[in-house]
T-cell receptor, first 113, second 114 residues
Framework: SQQGEEDPQALSIQEGENATMNCSYK?????LQWYRQNSGRGLVHLIL?????REKHSGRLRVTLDTSKKSSSLLITASRAADTASYFC?????????????FGEGTQLTVNP | EAGVVQSPRYKIIEKKQPVAFWCNPI?????LYWYLQNLGQGPELLIR????????DSQLPKDRFSAERLKGVDSTLKIQPAELGDSAVYLC????????????FGPGTRLTVL
């Protein structure tokens, strides 16, 4: 079952613009992660934000987390054509024997040169 | 450092035939995951191993799917017999340990069942 829901499902922007993707989830989490997937490839970990954090930065990426609204956003600034990919949020529902990531359905980002 | 290796990359089979996928995790990674990814959706966990023990297989359809991780390194995922609805990408991932947050994914095996 998919816990996270990304919004929008698809986003098309021009190079240099900012891209914002949102993720909503249903249950309590320990952390939320964002992954990128280029077409025909595996997923690549981008950034992790813990439940006690509100904002995190990594290069051109900025992630926010609002646990009261059970939502997160991923902002990519100054986008490049190479940022074209699918972006997934994943929530960590940690169980006694370890963690399990539950992925959303993803946002397809297209950055036009 | 080599990443997660999967083979084959593509597989086309007739329904009711068996199929197997192989995964070699990153060296030193004790935790191994198999995911199924349908077109346009995110990955869904099938099974998670800690070394050679399957610690989370609640979402593995055990009537036709099986997996093993002998010696706690490489792993194989098998489907027998395959059905049309099994067409998907099968992803393998690994992480250092059960409490490690970052998972490293392989490129996946795209299965087409005709």
């Amino acid at each position: 079952s998919q816990q996270g829901e990304e919004d929008p499902q698809a986003l098309s922007i021009q190079e240099g613009e900012n891209a914002t993707m949102n993720c909503s989830y249903k249950t309590s989490i320990n952390n939320l992660q964002w992954y990128r997937q280029n077409s025909g490839r595996g997923l690549v970990h981008l950034i992790l934000i813990r439940s006690n954090e509100r904002e995190k930065h990594s290069g051109r990426l900025r992630v926010t987390l609002d646990t009261s609204k059970k939502s997160s956003s991923l902002l990519i600034t100054a986008s490049r054509a190479a940022d074209t990919a699918s972006y997934f949020c994943a929530t960590d529902a940690r169980e006694t024997s370890g963690s399990r990531l539950t992925f959303g359905e993803g946002t397809q980002l297209t950055v036009n040169p | 450092e080599a990443g997660v290796v999967q083979s084959p990359r593509y597989k086309i089979i007739e329904k009711k035939q068996p199929v197997a996928f192989w995964c070699n995790p990153i060296s030193g990674h004790n935790t191994l995951y198999w995911y199924l990814q349908n077109l346009g959706q995110g990955p869904e966990l099938l099974i998670r191993y800690e070394n050679e023990e399957a610690v989370d297989d609640s979402q593995l359809p055990k009537d036709r799917f099986s997996a093993e991780r002998l010696k706690g390194v490489d792993s194989t995922l098998k489907i027998q017999p395959a059905e049309l609805g099994d067409s998907a990408v099968y992803l393998c991932a690994s992480s250092l340990g059960p409490q490690t947050d970052t998972q490293y994914f392989g490129p996946g095996t795209r299965l087409t069942v005709l």
